[in-house]
């Protein structure tokens, strides 16, 4: 079945930079969607970033747009976010997650949530 294992959660200033990565693995489909979904304490989970793996199609939340993106290995089979200009506000945990049912990073995926889910990687954005 579907794998997802994070990596690259640490603690780094503001206005650093942290890459994280998600290893994939068991897909059964050509195509897919996977991201990166991210929860502060006491906050709902909520999207950063998506890629559908069809078409190359990529979405950010406003609040990362322009700072993180979300380049893929296709020969590894990993996805990475690479965060800039970090802010306090980006501290979470973050999660990778997948859904193949639909397959694409539309709103439903996006906004209500994955079918599958890494265990997740503290970020910690302070001085």
């Known amino acids: 079945q579907v794998q997802l294992v994070e990596s690259g959660g640490g603690l780094v200033q503001p206005g650093g930079s942290l890459p994280l990565s998600c290893a994939a693995s068991?897909?059964?489909?050509?195509?897919?969607?996977i991201g990166w979904f991210r929860q502060a304490p006491g906050q709902a989970r909520e999207g950063v970033s998506c890629?559908?793996?069809?078409?190359?199609?990529?979405r950010y939340a406003d609040s990362v747009k322009r700072r993180f993106n979300i380049p893929r290995d296709n020969a590894k089979n990993v996805i990475y976010l690479q965060m800039n200009s970090l802010k306090p506000e980006d501290t979470a945990v973050y999660y990778c997650?997948?859904?193949?049912?639909?397959?694409?990073?539309?709103?439903?995926?996006?906004?209500?949530?994955?079918?599958?889910w890494g265990k997740g990687t503290l970020v910690t954005v302070s001085s």
């Open positions: 068991g897909f059964t489909v050509d195509g897919y969607a």
């Open positions: 997650g997948a859904e193949t049912l639909n397959g694409t990073c539309n709103s439903a995926v996006f906004y209500y949530g994955m079918d599958y």
């Open positions: 890629i559908t793996t069809i078409s190359g199609s990529t």
